[in-house]
Nanobody
């Protein structure tokens, strides 16, 4: 009973910017790490960026210096600011959260439905 909903995807020209947002709701006691993944057609899903509950971040080498991940623990949201976008960034972007629910002993991963990002001239 945890839902992650992404928003902010769309079509953008090379060099442009987009901001993705993800909101978590449902039976949530605590959210540990959150992250953004992406998957292009014919390719494996890959980690784009992650952030811990304390704010420590990690980025894929391909997006360092261009993307910024942030979160609001009070609102259970995580954002991904994407600048200087390249055609290679075209993919479906998925929000991920490691969620501790009160009724379970261990935390579990939950995924959003994905949002399409297309970078093309």
């Amino acid at each position: 009973q945890v839902q992650l909903v992404e928003s902010g995807g769309g079509l953008v020209q090379p060099g442009g910017s987009l901001r993705l947002s993800c909101a978590a709701s449902g039976s949530i006691f605590r959210i540990n790490a959150m992250g953004w993944y992406r998957q292009a057609p014919g390719k494996q899903r890959e980690l784009v960026a992650s952030i811990t509950s304390d704010g420590a971040t990690n980025y894929a080498d391909s997006v360092k210096g261009r993307f910024t991940i942030s979160r609001d623990n009070a609102k259970n949201t995580v954002d991904l600011q994407m600048n200087s976008l390249k055609p290679e960034d075209t993919a479906v972007y998925y929000c991920n959260a490691d969620v501790k629910q009160r009724r379970y002993y261990v935390a579990r991963d939950f995924w959003g439905q994905g949002t399409q990002v297309t970078v093309s001239s």
